[in-house]
């Protein structure tokens, strides 16, 4: 289950990701964002108060509880997590209270996935944090986050598999193309692992389906990720481009048990 996920990564650490393992009595309901860059917008639009500012058209499931960020990160130059503040556009900024480095994982870049596959001083590395969210339409809130430097078919492929992770949130995007980073995958994959994982709400550019080269190698390396592409999917909240990602609108899509195609 997830808990035995999050315990794999925490490895032997005593830290403030022990702490907060420790301190759930049931499994936290977590959201995964591949591809996820600097784009930390994620904790505001899936937030418990942004729910109940912005209702959905019908019935939504309960927010998530820990973030799960996952990118192969393969710039030389970032400044990212370089400070405090990771975010601030003016209406909304997320803090770093908290950061704990957790221990490394062993994954590979595959050629046919990412653009660049040369090990850089981010790869495989894996972080805690605990971060403060101030939005002035919402108020402050907090979040917990892991970041996880790697590849996503290979974490979901080598991880989250083995683990049988619960994801109920996934986030698709601008997915494979952030800040310039590029990718032969354009995340068509996840579509058939949605019910696999136990997904209940998809938060999409509208590009989800869309399979690139890369996909096609995650469907071969991975077996176990051609478990089911029929699903329906029922769109209850949307966001103009423009307040995310500038690449479609974002729409939130409850995963239906139907076994009709989206």
Same mark, same amino acid.
């Given at each position: 289950?997830?808990?035995?996920?999050?315990?794999?990564?925490?490895?032997?650490?005593?830290?403030?990701?022990?702490?907060?393992?420790?301190?759930?009595?049931?499994?936290?309901?977590?959201?995964?964002?591949?591809?996820?860059? &600097?784009?930390?917008? @994620?904790?505001?639009?899936?937030?418990? +108060?942004? %729910? #109940? !500012?912005?209702?959905?058209?019908?019935?939504?499931?309960?927010?998530?509880?820990?973030?799960?960020?996952?990118?192969?990160?393969?710039?030389?130059?970032?400044?990212?997590?370089?400070?405090?503040?990771?975010?601030?556009?003016?209406?909304?900024?997320?803090?770093?209270?908290?950061?704990?480095?957790?221990?490394?994982?062993?994954?590979?870049?595959?050629?046919?996935?990412?653009?660049?596959?040369?090990?850089?001083?981010?790869?495989?590395?894996?972080?805690?944090?605990?971060?403060?969210?101030?939005?002035?339409?919402?108020?402050?809130?907090?979040?917990?986050?892991?970041?996880?430097? &790697?590849?996503?078919? @290979?974490?979901?492929?080598?991880?989250? +598999?083995? %683990? #049988? !992770?619960?994801?109920?949130?996934?986030?698709?995007?601008?997915?494979?193309?952030?800040?310039?980073?590029?990718?032969?995958?354009?995340?068509?994959?996840?579509?058939?692992?949605?019910?696999?994982?136990?997904?209940?709400?998809?938060?999409?550019?509208?590009?989800?389906?869309?399979?690139?080269?890369?996909?096609?190698?995650?469907?071969?390396?991975?077996?176990?990720?051609?478990?089911?592409?029929?699903?329906?999917?029922?769109?209850?909240?949307?966001?103009?481009?423009?307040?995310?990602?500038?690449?479609?609108?974002?729409?939130?899509?409850?995963?239906?048990?139907?076994?009709?195609? &989206?």
């Amino acid at each position: 289950m997830s808990i035995q996920l999050l315990k794999e990564l925490n490895g032997n650490n005593t830290g403030i990701f022990s702490q907060f393992i420790n301190t759930q009595k049931t499994c936290p309901r977590i959201a995964w964002y591949p591809s996820a860059g &600097s784009d930390f917008r @994620a904790l505001l639009f899936l937030s418990p +108060l942004y %729910a #109940k !500012a912005n209702p959905a058209n019908s019935p939504e499931p309960s927010s998530p509880d820990l973030f799960l960020f996952t990118d192969y990160f393969p710039w030389e130059n970032s400044k990212f997590l370089d400070t405090a503040i990771i975010h601030d556009d003016g209406r909304s900024k997320v803090t770093v209270e908290e950061i704990e480095e957790l221990p490394k994982i062993d994954l590979p870049l595959h050629k046919e996935i990412v653009d660049f596959s040369k090990i850089k001083i981010t790869t495989n590395r894996v972080v805690f944090m605990n971060v403060r969210i101030e939005s002035k339409s919402l108020g402050t809130f907090k979040f917990p986050i892991v970041y996880i430097f &790697s590849e996503n078919e @290979a974490f979901f492929c080598e991880k989250m +598999l083995p %683990a #049988k !992770a619960k994801i109920s949130h996934i986030i698709h995007i601008r997915y494979g193309g952030g800040l310039g980073g590029g990718g032969k995958a354009r995340g068509g994959w996840i579509s058939r692992i949605l019910k696999q994982v136990g997904c209940e709400v998809l938060v999409s550019d509208g590009r989800h389906n869309e399979m690139g080269s890369g996909d096609e190698f995650m469907l071969n390396y991975c077996k176990e990720a051609n478990a089911d592409d029929k699903f329906s999917l029922n769109i209850i909240r949307t966001v103009k481009s423009e307040s995310w990602s500038n690449y479609g609108n974002v729409n939130w899509n409850v995963v239906a048990k139907s076994q009709q195609t &989206s």
